[in-house]
């Protein structure tokens, strides 16, 4: 995750050589991503958002790091409070940018890291809802790769728990890398990851080598 | 270099000749450099950090009055105008954030159940695969928690010495009248509401909010999930009979139905108990919520229903033979409620409840009817100040209603109408220390009384996870009202002193309660009969509860243990005694382990209760007898089909311990002076519960994990 993230900042930093402030401060937090400063990446995003007023893409970031950074978090107090910043950044977000696939994928992934927090309360509670915010982000926009590949790791997840078949699931990732070569950034910053995640599952374990051992039998 | 770093100076200048260096320092209340703080002009992109010294300096072009901001996760953010070029060398303090999901929480009396990690003693999880004598109700896990004695021939809750008419249960903040279903005298009940829809349950043994009046020990509230996620059906089948469950969500609205069928002859043909049913128990019951989500509140509509029949025959005391015993019972609960904000300052609260309950008791052919009706009206105004001050300001009516005729012969009627108002403040102090301060005043037509309920609770942090709480207050409550003949009575009160220490991490709750409650003005009746309020008591004891979800992998346990010392005299009672109900030593322990090879979550519940007293009225001295003690083992096994289908057994009192509540004895003495008596046993020795849950959602992803 951290080497798909150093990589994407620096492909930004390549693509982007004209300095607006509001470039070089996206670069700036884009460093500390890298550097695995996530709180001063999370603050950086943040105070670029409250110029840019209307601009969403700071803001999915920072919630984005804010989700991601909490999946590793040892620290409980410090994992809630990550996850309960980012859903308040997700709140903003859903009202600068309503109906955005990529905001609802966002937000299916912070409900899958409350649900990976506290499985025995949340994944009742939470399962559902995390379907349906991943399910509304693919009927916003049935382009976007994240949200297939995003549902389909959280529902390998609960297989995996309950022992069934991952097969159904690591199609649906297979479609989602379909959906990944196809994608076009539609801006400068336009979030475009999860390829390389989508691909570790792809060839891992749950997906590829239990396809050659069927196939061996 | 040197001419390198001149040349990009010099460049630097260019631009901007007029900069201005912004710099301080940023440090916590106590002084201590706060690292990492972000620092910056609002409104544009010049800013930085704190660094280890807590030191921050940057430069800015811009001009004029500028609001410098600092921001650091969990402490105010700081704001300050001022022209620019004054913004340096600045020594600014920020001051830890406190609000309702950092600061501390009052835990005297109170118990927990829900998804709240943070106050939650039990998950929802917990409530429904507790095994227990009852396999299914909603208050088996409830009864598994300190400051609860087994009774095990009743079933209702019984707190801390209290009667269970000391404990009041509530619906969404409402009232319900009658909780428990209509039994069978030494049939222990059950809580006539099934845990499908309800997403919390918080249990007070002691201490609670002025909100709540009308009872002296306890308050069980269960609050109906707000707004489901998704559609789906619940089907269950169940050794005692069928269950069918829909939740239908639309954009504003959204219902969940459950309906069930209770039949137990299948399973009285099968294994019959020690009673010759002619009728076995049979019922039907449904439960209905609907919610309506307005753009600032939450209206919800909730209904439950039952309707049941059975016969027995029976020995009665009384009789000296065999006798007929018939009960009908038709009960109706509905209750609405309104939660809204006005702002983000202010919010509102509006509910009502009704209940209608027929009981139709015939005993030997002799008919004897009882009507209940209540209603209970609530408002509720809440106003946040600020982070730390929250204040609430209530009104309620509670209305009852009594009829009753026996033999058509005996008619009689009681009425009770109570007026309350109350408020509570809550003040935080810091994150670590809280109190809240309350006043409930009321007034009873009945008794034509006032009184007035001052309460408070305090709550001290010690350490990371541990802390202190204590709470001190007056109770009241009406005398029943189907006794009350007299005028004159008072309220009956009891003064409540809680000590609380808690320690709770994420997988570890350890938990000490000492108490005191101090009975006031109960009603006595006498040998001849005059009522009077000249009864009192008291109760005293320590709770003591452990859960750890840590230490064994995969499994979770918690023990309970209640030490109780009570006496009263009240009721009937020529002198002052331990109530039958009051068992000094009580423990339990629960366990439970996830099998993930074999997708299963077997159970373990253990019992002891010690004896408890009863009055043998050939006996001189008056509540003089003890019981056995009590023992009970019971087992579950959830048994995960697939995320959508559950299979799940209950058995209980496995290793067949021959409990013994007691005896019964003839009301009237025969003609040699003796009361004949009668052993009270449970019906079965060992009973056992088998139920398949199949729910269909159209995502097909709601699991039977929130039923497991």
Redesign the interface.
Known sequence: MKKLMILLAMTITVFTNAQT??D??MQTAFEYWGKGEN??AI??F???A??EKTNWIPYYYSAQVGITSSFGEKD?TKRE?LM??ASVVIDTLMKIAPDNSEVYALKGLLLTAQVAY?P??????L???T??TY?KAIALDSTNPRPYYLKAQF?MG?AR????DLKPFCLEIEKSIEKFDSFQVKAKYFPNWGKEQALGILNSDDCSVKEVKKQNK | MKNLIIVILIALGFNSNAQNSISGKVVDTKGQAIVGASVYIENTYDGGFTDEKGIFSFNSDEKGIQTLVVSFVSYKTFKEKKDISKLNNLVITLEELVNELNAITITAGTFETGDNSKTAVLNPIDVVTTAGAQAGDINSAIKTLPGIQTVGEDGRLFVRGGDARETKVYIDGMHVFKPYLTNESDFPTRSRFSSFLFKGVAFSSGGYSSEYGDALSGVLSMNTTDFPSQSKTDISIMSLGLGLGKTQVWKKDAVSISASYINLKPYQKLFPDKYDWKKPYSGISGEGVYRHKFNSGLLKFYIAGTKSNAILNRYDIDFDKNVESQIKNDNLYLNYTFKGSINSKNAVFIGASYLFDKAKYALDGIPKNIYQYGHHTKLKYTHIFNDLLKVNLGSEIISQKINFDYNYLVEGSTKSKQYAIFSEAKYLFSKNFVTKIGLRSEYSKLLDKWNIAPRISLAYKLSENGQLSLAIGKYFQMPNISYIANNGLEYENANQYILNYSYKNNSRILRFEGYYKKYNDLLLISKNNTQSSLGYGFARGLDVFWKDKKTFRFLEYWLSYSYLDAKKQYDYYPEEATPPTASKHNFSVVAKYWIGAIKSYPGITFTYSDPRPYNNPNKDKFMSEKTKPYFDLSLTWSYLISQQKILFFSFSNVLGFKNEYGYQYSRIPDSNGIYRSQLITPAKTRSFFIGFFWTISDDSKANQLNRL
């Open positions: 402030p509001y070089k401060g709180d001063k603050a950086t943040n105070r670029i409250q110029v409980n409070l309960q910043n506290n025995m309360v949340n994944g009742a509670k399962s559902g809802k379907i349906m399910e529902q609960a728990f309950f022992k069934q």
